[in-house]
């Protein structure tokens, strides 16, 4: 099925770094959305975005919607222990059919 | 106001046999989403519900089933199981308007024997 190309695919840091993530497609989308999903849970919502160039937080996390709408970012900053975790964008397609991104899968040292 | 549930948590079967796994909406959703997380596929899409409505569907087989009752719980079946129909099921909530916004349980992990 249709994926969203998320990168890096992983990243290990150090506890208090920045981390940065990117998620493209190759089709235009009006809605971004970036979730969290801990090790047998659901994932939970982090951020939405509904607008090109919109840049929205929450709390340590910062995400912006792509200016060609093809693409969106997430920023963690002062990464702590509870940050670990798969990170995965997602956009709709009709309605509410929300295509996925492969994930970037993050893992914090102390 | 109570999350997204979804029971039961846990399930074995085994091959040939079916499944019913269920799904209850944060209290005012209308719309409910079901998909399939394997490590392989990752998170695929299986079908969305809305007033008892589908609405839509995603590219599986017809042993894969859903249905919507009055009260916006939802039900997914899966019929005459596979090895490969070891997964997570996942059921998302929504209001079912524009803003797409999803809420997720915490799954059902399925595994077939």
């Known amino acids: 099925g249709q994926q969203l190309n998320q990168s890096p695919q992983s990243m290990f840091i150090q506890e208090g770094e920045d981390v940065s993530m990117n998620c493209t497609s190759s089709?235009?989308?009006?809605?971004w959305l970036w979730y969290k999903q801990d090790p047998g849970e659901g994932p939970v919502l982090l951020i939405a975005?509904?607008?090109?160039?919109e840049l929205t937080s929450n709390g340590r996390l910062t995400a912006q919607f792509g200016i060609t709408r093809k693409d969106s970012f997430l920023n963690i900053s002062a990464s702590i222990p509870s940050d670990v975790g798969i990170y995965f964008c997602?956009?709709?397609?009709?309605?509410?059919?929300?295509?996925f991104g492969t994930g970037t899968r993050l893992q914090v040292f102390p | 106001k109570a999350g997204v549930t979804q029971t039961p948590r846990y399930l074995i079967k085994t091959r040939g046999q079916q499944v019913t796994l269920s799904c209850s909406p944060i209290?005012?959703?209308?719309?409910v989403s079901w998909y399939q997380q394997t490590p392989g596929q990752g998170l695929q899409f299986l079908f969305e519900?809305?007033?008892?409505?589908?609405?839509n569907k995603g590219n599986f087989p017809g042993r894969f089933s859903g249905r919507q009752f009055s009260n916006s719980r939802s039900e997914m079946n899966v019929s005459t199981l596979e090895l490969g129909d070891s997964a997570l099921y996942l059921c998302?909530?929504?209001?079912?308007?524009?803003?797409?916004?999803?809420?997720f349980g915490p799954g059902t992990r399925l595994t077939v024997l």
């Open positions: 519900y809305f007033s008892e409505t589908q609405r």
């Open positions: 998302a909530s929504s209001f079912g308007t524009s803003r797409h916004e999803q809420f």
């Open positions: 089709s235009i989308f009006n809605t």
């Open positions: 209290s005012g959703h209308r719309s």
């Open positions: 975005l509904y607008k090109a160039g």
């Open positions: 997602a956009g709709p397609r009709n309605t509410d059919k929300l295509i």
